[in-house]
C-alpha cells in the first residue's frame, strides 16, 4: 500500500514538474526564419574605385578644446578591420573599418554607386595588381563604401583601383512586416541576423542596446547616411561599454528611426553595423551604418557578444600578432593606423631669372623632378645654381586642390617604405625621406631604379607614423617619424631625459621661413643661410641632407616658434638658398619644453644610415 502510495506521489510530481516546464516554455516566445522577398530584387552592376584616405588638414578642437590630429577616414586602412577594437588607435577621429571605395564616373553613376550597394554584396577588383582578387561590402559611411579584402589583397591593392560590385538590396522587404524598413543589407545576411518571434515582432542579435540619447544624426539619407554613437561625453563610454565596441558589431539604437530618412521617435529603433572609430569631437562618435528600422516596436534585440557582421559574413577575424623586434625605446607603434597615400612624380618649374637676396640674378633649379645628381646623404651645399635643392624622387599629392592638404602631405613618415605602382619601374621599393612644405614631398629610390622612373609615375607609400609617442614621453611631440626610424635613431634615456644623436646644434634665431606655421605635419622650416658670417660661424656647410640637427630654444608642438629652453630635433630634407630667410630645410620629428630633451654630437647622425641605405664610413 505504502509502495503503490509512493508511486501515486511520484507520477503527480513528474506531471507538476512537467506542467511547470511547459508553462515556462509558453511564457517564452518562439522564433522562426523570417520570410524576405529576395527573388523579386533587382542585382545590377555598379562600379567605384578605391578613395583617397581623407586626414585633417588642420588640427580638429576636440570637446574639451584640444588640438588633435585627425586620421582615418578613407583610403586603404591596413590594420582596421572587422572585428578589431574601435577604440585604442593613435590620432583616430571617425576612423573607418577596411578600404573606403567612391562611385567612378558620371554624376549619376556614382549616385547609384553609393545607394545601390549593400552590406555583404560580392565585390571583385576590375583593374591593377589585384584585378581580380574580391572581397566583400561591410559598411557605408557618408560618402564612403567599405569593403573587406584579406590581407594578401590589401597588399596588392592600390588608390584609384577600380572595382566592380554586383550591388542587390534595394527594396528589401520582410513578408509581413510592411512597417519595417531594410536598407543597405543583402537579403541573405539579413536572413541570418533575424527572426521573427510568436509575439509578432522581429529580433535581432546585436552585441549591444543603445539608448537614442546618447546616439546623433548621421550625414546623409538612409540609403547611405550613418549614425553616431556619442563619444564625447566619457562617463557614457563607460557606462553603456562603449570601448568594448568592434568594428562590425551589430547594436540596437533604441528611440532612432531610419525609415526614409533619420531622426528621433519614441519607441523607435534602428539596427545598425559599426563602421567607423570614436571621435573626440563634440557631437561626433562611433559610426553605425543602418540596415533595418521602425517606428512601430517591432524590432527587438537578442544580446549576443559574438553579434558581429564579420562572423556573418564568413570572414576570418583572427587578429595579427605583430612580428617586429623589440627595441630600446618603447612606444605605441602597435596602435598607429597604417593606411596608403599616394602621389605622381612631380615635374621642375622654371622662372627665369630671379634676385638673390643681396640683389645679384640667379637662375635657378633643384626643387622637383628626379634628381641624377643628388641624392639622400649628400651636401646640402655647393651645387651650381641650386636654390632648395631636393635629393633623389620629387612626388606631388593629387587627392586634393592644394598639395599641402592631400594624404601624402599628411600622413607620410620619413622611413615609410614607398613603391612604384606604374611605368617601367613599376614594383620597386624605396621610402619617403621627408616633405618641403608647400607642394614637395620626397622619396628615395636605388640610382638603377631611379634611371627607369618618368614624370607623372605614380608612387605609393604605405603610412604608418601619425601618432607615435615614446612610453614615459608621452609629452614629446613625435611627428613625421616611422617607428623603425624612431628605433633605430640610437635614443638612450637616462632619468627622465632623452638623449638625442645630432649632427649639430643651432640657436633658434637663425630659423626663418616657416615660422608659425600652425600644422607641423606637412611642414619644414629652414636655417637661414644668407648671411655668411652666421654660416661660418655655425659651420652649416658640412650639413648634410638626411642630417638631425638640434634647433635650440624652439617648440614645435602644434606649430613652429620660440620657447626658451626648449629643443627640437629637425631631419635636413633640402638645400641651401640665396632668397632672405631661407636656407636648408627642415622637417620637426621631437620637440619637448625644457629638460625633457638632450642631444649628443654624433658626424653619422644621418637617415641615409638609420634607414640602411648606405654603410657608416669607417672610423
Not at 620629387?394 to 620619413?414: E, H, K, P
Request: hydrophobic fraction near 35%.
Amino acid at each position: 500500500m505504502r509502495r503503490n502510495i509512493l508511486s501515486a506521489l511520484g507520477i503527480v510530481l513528474c506531471v507538476m514538474i512537467y506542467l511547470s516546464f511547459g508553462e515556462c516554455a509558453a511564457d517564452q516566445p518562439q522564433t522562426e526564419p523570417i520570410q524576405t522577398n529576395k527573388d523579386k530584387l533587382l542585382c545590377l552592376a555598379v562600379q567605384g574605385e578605391i578613395a583617397p584616405a581623407q586626414p585633417g588638414s588642420r588640427y580638429g578642437v576636440t570637446w574639451e578644446g584640444k588640438p588633435k590630429t585627425m586620421i582615418g577616414i578613407g583610403g586603404i586602412n591596413y590594420n582596421l578591420k572587422i572585428g578589431e577594437k574601435v577604440f585604442g588607435w593613435a590620432s583616430a577621429d571617425q576612423a573607418t573599418v577596411g578600404v573606403a571605395t567612391v562611385g567612378a564616373g558620371s554624376d549619376r553613376a556614382r549616385s547609384s554607386y553609393l545607394s545601390f550597394t549593400s552590406i555583404g554584396n560580392p565585390v571583385k577588383v576590375i583593374s591593377g595588381s589585384a584585378q581580380g582578387e574580391k572581397g566583400v561590402i561591410v559598411g557605408k559611411f557618408s560618402g564612403f563604401i567599405l569593403v573587406h579584402f584579406d590581407d594578401k589583397v590589401l597588399e596588392k591593392l592600390a588608390i584609384g583601383n577600380r572595382v566592380h560590385v554586383k550591388a542587390c538590396g534595394v527594396g528589401l522587404k520582410i513578408k509581413g512586416y510592411d512597417d519595417v524598413y531594410a536598407h543597405s543589407i543583402a537579403p541573405e545576411v539579413l536572413e541570418k541576423i533575424v527572426v521573427q518571434t510568436s509575439e509578432g515582432k522581429l529580433e535581432a542579435s546585436a552585441v549591444k542596446e543603445i539608448p537614442g540619447q546618447i546616439v546623433s544624426r548621421g550625414s546623409g539619407g538612409s540609403l547611405y547616411g550613418h549614425w553616431y554613437i556619442q563619444t564625447c561625453y566619457p562617463p557614457d563610454v563607460e557606462k553603456f561599454g562603449l570601448d568594448e565596441l568592434r568594428y562590425g558589431d551589430l547594436v540596437l539604437l533604441k528611440d532612432i528611426q531610419t525609415d526614409f530618412g533619420q531622426g528621433y521617435y519614441k519607441g523607435a529603433a534602428t539596427l545598425g553595423v559599426v563602421c567607423s572609430g570614436p571621435s573626440d569631437l563634440s557631437g561626433r562618435g562611433i559610426g553605425v551604418t543602418p540596415i533595418l528600422s521602425s517606428r512601430f516596436g517591432k524590432i527587438t534585440a537578442r544580446i549576443d557578444s559574438s553579434a558581429n557582421i564579420g562572423r556573418y559574413l564568413g570572414l576570418s577575424m583572427e587578429k595579427t600578432e605583430s612580428s617586429s623586434k623589440s627595441a630600446a625605446l618603447k612606444t605605441n607603434k602597435d596602435q598607429l593606423i597604417s593606411t596608403a597615400v599616394q602621389a605622381v612624380v612631380h615635374p621642375a618649374g622654371s622662372w627665369g631669372y630671379s634676385p638673390t637676396y643681396d640683389g645679384q640674378t640667379s637662375h635657378r633649379l633643384g626643387t622637383a623632378s628626379i634628381n641624377y645628381t643628388v641624392s639622400l646623404g649628400d651636401s646640402t651645399y655647393g651645387w651650381a645654381n641650386a636654390d632648395h635643392v631636393e635629393p633623389d624622387v620629387t612626388v606631388q599629392g593629387r587627392d586634393q586642390d592644394r598639395a599641402s592638404s592631400c594624404a601624402i602631405a599628411i600622413l607620410a613618415c620619413i622611413g615609410n617604405e614607398a613603391t612604384v605602382l606604374s611605368g617601367e619601374a613599376r614594383g620597386a621599393k624605396g621610402f619617403y625621406i621627408g616633405r618641403h612644405a608647400g607642394s614637395d614631398d620626397l622619396v628615395w629610390f636605388p640610382e638603377e631604379i631611379k634611371e627607369k622612373l618618368t614624370i607623372d609615375d605614380r608612387i605609393q607609400v604605405r603610412a604608418r607614423g601619425v601618432g607615435l609617442q615614446i612610453q614615459d614621453f608621452e609629452d614629446v611631440r613625435v611627428n613625421k617619424l616611422s617607428p623603425v626610424l624612431l628605433e633605430n635613431m640610437g635614443i638612450q634615456i637616462q632619468g627622465d631625459q632623452l638623449v638625442v644623436p645630432v649632427v649639430m646644434e643651432i640657436p633658434g634665431h637663425i630659423m626663418g621661413s616657416g615660422i608659425g606655421y600652425p600644422f607641423i605635419e606637412s611642414l619644414d622650416y629652414d636655417i637661414q643661410t644668407t648671411d655668411p658670417k652666421t654660416v661660418e660661424e655655425y659651420n652649416l656647410k658640412k650639413l648634410k641632407l638626411g642630417d638631425l640637427v638640434a634647433i635650440r630654444d624652439h617648440y614645435d608642438a602644434y606649430g613652429t616658434g620660440r620657447y626658451e629652453g626648449a629643443v627640437t630635433i629637425g631631419i635636413c630634407i633640402h638645400g641651401f638658398s640665396e632668397s632672405s630667410g631661407h636656407g636648408p630645410g627642415l622637417n620637426p620629428v621631437l620637440s619637448a619644453l625644457p629638460g625633457r630633451i638632450e642631444t649628443v654630437i654624433d658626424p653619422d647622425a644621418n637617415t641615409v644610415y638609420y634607414l640602411g641605405i648606405r654603410s657608416k664610413p669607417k672610423e
